[in-house]
């Protein structure tokens, strides 16, 4: 009878500190559709890129596409991997360099601060100044309305 209580026990911690992404909507199918661009900083700088003008992301699958104006700037393949905290994305570029980086996604708002290929991963979600670090906050467009 002891085995069963144990049995019964693994399983109930198993099942109630299950954090994988199967847990709850994978990060990658709530990151599908478009985004605008609200705010940025590069290397410590702030972007002058400013909606509803400004850059717009549509992800489709695993592809993200960047738009600037209407007309697509760059296109990537990600890949999330939401274990680590903060949260890590890679991005491969055009060229097949991958660009390492941080991501945060909460209820309608995208954060993402990501490096050149060959550079280390951020930490943070800063792109402070020396740093290389590129910053940028998404929204939906239907949450800038109203």
């Known amino acids: ?3 069963k209580h144990a049995l019964l026990l693994t399983l109930m911690l198993l099942s109630s500190g299950d954090k994988s992404p199967a847990a709850a909507p994978k990060d ?13 900083r590069v290397d410590g700088v702030e972007s002058a890129v400013k909606p509803p003008d400004g850059m717009r992301c549509t992800v489709r699958g695993d592809k993200v ?6 007309k697509v700037v760059e296109e990537v393949t990600v ?5 680590p905290t903060p949260k890590a994305i890679d991005a491969t570029l055009e060229s097949k360099q991958v660009a390492p980086g941080i991501y945060r996604l909460d209820e309608g708002t995208f954060t993402l601060c990501y490096t050149a290929p060959g550079k280390g991963r951020p930490s943070d979600f800063a792109a402070k100044a020396g740093t ?14 109203g």
């Open 79 to 83: 890949k999330l991997d939401p274990a």
């Open 132 to 145: 290389g670090h590129k910053l940028s906050v998404w929204k939906r467009p239907a949450k800038l309305k």
């Open 65 to 70: 596409s960047f738009l600037h104006d209407g």
């Open 28 to 40: 990658l199918d709530r990151l599908q559709g478009e985004w605008m661009m609200v705010s940025g």
């Open 1 to 3: 009878m002891g085995s």
